[in-house]
């Protein structure tokens, strides 16, 4: 067994041009999964459609992967350092790209929803990636290489809402996954011809029972709130699941604190800053995932009903890209800003610029300026708190913990996100009015149900900076005076 230290990551091994090439690699990949996670949010109105008799069921597109990759994420890094994180990460990407094809072909909301699930399982990828950068690069490229493989990610979001709209519209959101999944698989043969095998290996047992509670516990609270309107939320299966989730919940959190190799560490929990960024994160991930669940939407629904009426998946695009383009410009900048007035400043101000972009799409919405004004905003805020996140752990963690710490903000900040589309959906559901078109009558949501899942999310994001300002994680430290005096040391 090898030991926790990396040759390569002290500069012997791998070449410059191919740390080049394997850089190349994972950020493309990384743009990739992006790409297709976000393709699909202009789609979301017209996937619903197709299955008119499952759409109590459409936030699980969303929450089905975030769900499942919250659950899979820990236990896929820990396999990684177990048995080699390039055989860990191939084996992630055959299981994404075997749910990316199954979408493809799906039949039904249920076999969709399955095959996000499926999905999910791949999301382990991301850790692993940077795991692969820290053991076998040069350390004095490793920051810059995580950096730019976590700026792909705007990149693809970038690239998912005008391209994926625009492919979803000019043939269909099948046609998009039959696009990606080969390039996937493509991407697959390319690692597992060009990377090599990470020589770090650690021992340690897997958190099975914690992860199943952890997993059963969200699910079950995921499922009554998407299911209490249609079983009435005072149904004995409605109160049933919520019960069954408390319980799982509580005693997921009682095993953690007993088990050797937790994947929420009630030790790190304890550091306040550690606390306080992660619960940030959960609000993070809801704010965000209930925007982007309802905001198609109401894009698509009917003027008749205070909706803006458009028919075409790229233009819901194009309204949804000044968010995008705004998290390409002020990312980057929250890193460099972070130096100078704290990252934990950062933060807030993210969560602020969140709120104030719920509040600006509250009161405006009525034309393509006003969505773009609050779009703006919301990205903004968006990109220096997902930079922030990531500055804040760094900071609030101890060296040795870093590891552990990152990925238990992942971890929250995807559970808030599995959570926020179902919410935003239980609240719109309350306000479904009937519309009366030639021929038949369908369902659509009035523009109120979204005035109130704006205002739920506003709510939220208010209170994770509430939970930033009064907790205050990374305040008064610096990373980089941390990091020279561990080096010195």
Known sequence: MSSGKSDHADGDGLSMKGNGIILVELAFIAMMVMFIEIMLVPALPLIAKEFPNEQSWAPWVL?????????ATPLVGRLGDMYGKKKVMLAAMVIYTAGLAGCAFSWSMASLIGFRAVQGIGMGMFPLAFGIVRDTFPKRFVPMAIGIISAMFSVGVSIGLLGGGWIIQQFDWRTAFHIVWPLMA??????????????????????????????????????????????GWTSALTLGLFSLAAVLIVGFIVWE??????????????????????????????????????????????RSIGGLGLADTFEVGVYMFPSAIAQLIFAPL????????????????????????????IGLHADELQIALSMFVMGIGLGFAMVSLINVTAMASPRKDFGLASGMNTLFRVVGGSIGPVIGTAITAGFA?????????????????????????????????????ILRPGKGLDYENDVEQEAGA
């Open 433 to 469: 009015v009937a519309i009366i078109v030639p021929g038949h009558t369908i369902m659509g949501t009035s523009v109120d149900g979204y005035i109130w899942a704006w205002t739920a999310g506003m709510v939220f994001s208010g209170i994770g900076f509430l939970v930033a300002l």
């Open 257 to 302: 604190r007993r088990v050797p190799n937790p994947i929420v560490s009630m030790r790190l929990m304890a550091n306040r800053g550690i606390a306080g960024v992660n619960l940030t994160a959960l609000f993070v991930g809801l704010g965000m995932f209930l925007f982007f669940q309802t905001l198609p939407y109401f894009l698509m629904g009917p």
């Open 63 to 71: 929450s089905a992967y975030l769900l499942v990759g919250a659950v």
């Open 334 to 361: 929250a890193g460099k800003w972070s130096k100078k007035i704290g990252a934990d400043r950062i933060l807030m101000a993210g969560m602020l610029l969140m709120v104030a972009g719920y509040a600006l799409l």
């Open 186 to 231: 493509l991407m697959l043969v390319v690692v597992l011809m060009t990377i090599k095998e990470s020589p770090v290996r650690q021992a340690m047992k897997l958190d099975i029972l914690g992860t199943a509670m952890m997993g059963f516990g969200i699910g079950s609270f995921l499922l009554a709130l998407s299911q209490g309107k249609e079983w």
